[in-house]
């Protein structure tokens, strides 16, 4: 039995999102699971499945024309939580080129740059990459130190250093925000611009098959058409950091489910003292509180879902959403671990990659620490960060 029938999640969803729901499960399940384990080990990001995600409709699916499929925050979330419940990798390509540049495009950039960069992007043909976080940290993108000074002749000129930045040595654009001498503002970089070079870290025991690098800008010059006049502040790439996190908020659960499938199968088989650790009362009481995580996350992604389609979903909801998700989906992987016994940390079950993964999101899009804050605040009104 799928676990989602256990508390009939099926009957809450309407025909299109659970066709988008299954196109996804057979992408993950024809597509990426057949080589992650590989892909993973051997620190492989299978960049050529880049254009099949295009075709699929899966890359800035919650977008609206050129060439986007304008589908649903549900059905986005659904693609996420099938994408993810395969790899935390491949929901994060599909939330930066989707949720990050795309949105960053279609938010706040003209009709000229939408139109040249956007279809492309759906489809699969171009890649984008958000060029927010730098190497001092990510939680306080107000420190941020890279600079874009305005030339006599109108064009900006941009420098500093970026960390972290998904997909930047495959793409071809990059979202670069940058301080200039009034507010934060974002730019689209060509990513050949003289100066632009991003190296792959190399060194990740988690997320390795995905791509994320250091970014150096020395003295990239873009002209002045390549602002995106629409954003102005850090309002800015928060409002995309918005759109990441709510994918984030269903991913985590389908790596989750994952794990709790897994672990379920397992305690049918795996014989301790004579009988199947399934049928003994601690197992079974760590599958309920696993099944109990993972049906109140998913249900919590869906009523935030439903009001992101209402209009109405804020930036604190999310972060309720983000923490829980994620938390969540961490002591899910433990526990299936742990039913997994010593089995559980070979990559013959895919727990401890998934655990691995859970650790980068934990970190990106928002640390706990950071989304425990907003929500401090949130309830007292009073500002505990620094
Ligand atoms: P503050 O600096 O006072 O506010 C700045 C402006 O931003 C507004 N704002 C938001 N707007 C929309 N959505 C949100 N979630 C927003 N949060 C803040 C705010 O209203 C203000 O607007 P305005 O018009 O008054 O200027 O900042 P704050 O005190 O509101 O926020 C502090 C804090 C800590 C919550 C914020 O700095 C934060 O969220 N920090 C975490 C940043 C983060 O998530 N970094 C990781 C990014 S992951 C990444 O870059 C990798 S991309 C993925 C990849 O490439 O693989």
Redesign the pocket.
């Known amino acids: 039995m799928h676990v989602d029938e256990v508390f009939d999640f099926d009957a809450l969803l309407s025909d299109e999102e659970r066709e988008w729901q299954q196109k996804a499960r057979r992408f993950a399940t024809e597509r990426i699971l057949p080589t992650i384990e590989q892909d993973f080990d051997d620190k492989y990001f299978r960049r050529e499945l880049i254009a099949e995600f295009g075709a699929a409709g899966f890359l800035g699916m919650h977008l609206t024309g050129y060439g986007a499929a304008g589908a649903s925050a549900v059905s986005y979330g659904l693609v996420c939580q099938e994408l993810e419940a395969a790899d935390s990798g491949w929901r994060?390509f599909v939330?930066?080129q989707g949720s990050?540049a795309m949105t960053a495009i279609a938010k706040f950039g003209s009709e000229e740059q939408k139109d040249r960069w956007l279809p492309g992007m759906a489809a699969g043909k171009i890649v984008g990459?958000?060029a927010?976080?730098e190497p001092t940290g990510?939680?306080?993108?107000?420190a941020m130190q890279t600079t874009a000074r305005r030339t006599d002749d109108g064009d900006w000129i941009i420098d500093g250093t970026k960390r972290?930045?998904?997909?930047a040595s495959i793409a071809d654009v990059a979202v670069v925000w940058a301080a200039t001498d009034d507010s934060v503002r974002g730019f689209l970089v060509p990513t050949d611009t003289p100066g632009f070079t991003a190296t792959p870290i190399d060194n990740k025991l988690s997320m390795r098959a995905s791509i994320?690098c250091d970014v150096i800008l020395d003295g990239v010059r873009v002209p002045a058409d390549a602002q995106l006049p629409g954003a102005r502040?850090?309002?800015g790439p928060?409002?995309c950091?918005?759109e990441?996190r709510f994918g984030i908020v269903w991913g985590a659960m389908g790596a989750a489910r994952t794990c709790l499938e897994v672990a379920i199968d397992r305690s049918r088989t795996r014989e301790v003292f004579g009988k199947p650790i399934g049928a003994m009362q601690l197992t079974q009481a760590k599958l309920a509180d696993m099944l109990l995580e993972y049906e109140k996350g998913t249900l919590l992604a869906l009523h935030l879902g439903r009001l992101k389609e209402r209009g109405v979903l804020t930036?604190a909801q999310i972060s309720v959403g983000k923490l829980n998700s994620v938390r969540e989906a961490i002591e899910i992987a433990r526990q299936a671990r742990s039913i997994l016994g010593g089995d559980g940390i070979t990559s013959e079950f895919p727990v401890m990659r998934h655990l691995a993964n859970l650790e980068s999101v934990r970190t990106?899009?928002?640390t706990d620490e950071?989304h425990q804050?907003?929500l401090g605040r949130a309830m007292t009104g009073l500002?505990a960060?620094g």
């Open positions: 994060t939330s930066v990050l990459c958000f927010l976080t990510g939680s306080d993108p107000a972290w930045i998904g997909l994320q502040g850090l309002s928060f409002g950091l918005n990441a930036p990106y899009e928002g950071i804050l907003v500002n960060f």
